[in-house]
Nanobody, 121 residues
Framework: QVQLVESGGGLVQAGGSLRLSCAAS????????MGWYRQAPGKQQRDLVA????????NYVDSVKGRFTISRDNANNTEYLQMNSLKPEDTALYYC??????????????WGQGTQVTVSS
């Protein structure tokens, strides 16, 4: 069974920084795209924040470009989201995501349990 375990959320003042981590464990052949989504208060949908391919290509939503950096450590099956210059509108429940090949021809999407990020003004 594959699990994604997140850590690093918390309460921070506007302008501050936080670093989120997400470690994948379990039986895996390889991890393809990894990413971070967030669900803002009062919203039902999760929105993509950033993603990173297995080769390291990154993609960001416009609102976080220049402030957030996604990275991954393939040797340890871990991804990170460094969040700088945080704004109150970044307040959300953050979920990590991974598209994982479990065996030959078998791919599945996995989600972390969510970690709360709260930015006070």
């Amino acid at each position: 069974q594959v699990q994604l375990v997140e850590s690093g959320g918390g309460l921070v003042q506007a302008g501050g920084s936080l670093r989120l981590s997400c470690a994948a464990s379990g039986s895996m052949f390889s991890i393809h795209t990894m990413g971070w989504y967030r669900q803002a208060p009062g919203k039902q949908q999760r929105d993509l924040v950033a993603s990173i391919s297995s080769s390291g290509s990154t993609n960001y939503v416009d609102s976080v470009k220049g402030r957030f950096t996604i990275s991954r450590d393939n040797a340890n099956n871990t991804e990170y989201l460094q969040m700088n210059s945080l704004k109150p509108e970044d307040t959300a429940l953050y979920y990590c995501y991974a598209h994982i090949q479990r065996s030959r021809g078998i791919f599945s999407d996995y989600w972390g349990q969510g970690t709360q990020v709260t930015v006070s003004s």
